[in-house]
Nanobody, 122 residues
């Protein structure tokens, strides 16, 4: 499985940014995966931003992003997105795409993208 993030860059505080993660791989079924966005800044360890399950359920973690970021997925395009509304300087970080699949044997397959830098600054 390959995960490629795009859409990062410089955004002003209060602006709008949209990140996208594209999943690819031979014989891979997008809807087998729970997918998440994590982020890591210089000041913090890697932390969960938002998660969307294979069934479409979503979860957001962190009071900092609550109500401001929206996670979604589009199985036909094999993409997951993070809409970042009203970003703040504290949201500056490298954002990572993460995919996890639970196999019939209950073993798990996990993959990470290479990350995309988001910088919130005026």
């Amino acid at each position: 499985v390959q995960l490629v993030e795009s859409g990062g860059g410089l955004v002003e505080p209060g602006g709008l940014l949209r990140l996208t993660c594209t999943l690819s791989g031979s014989g891979v079924t997008f809807t087998d995966y729970d997918m998440s966005w994590y982020r890591q800044s210089q000041q913090k360890d890697r932390e969960l931003v938002a998660k969307i399950t294979r069934y479409g359920g979503t979860k957001k973690d962190g009071d900092l992003v609550k109500g401001r970021f929206i996670i979604s997925s589009e199985s036909a395009r094999r993409t997951m997105s993070l809409r970042m509304d009203m970003p703040q300087s504290e949201d500056t970080a490298v954002y990572y795409c993460y995919a996890r699949r639970v196999n019939p044997s209950y073993s798990t397959d996990e993959d990470w993208g290479q990350g995309t830098q988001v910088t919130v600054s005026s």
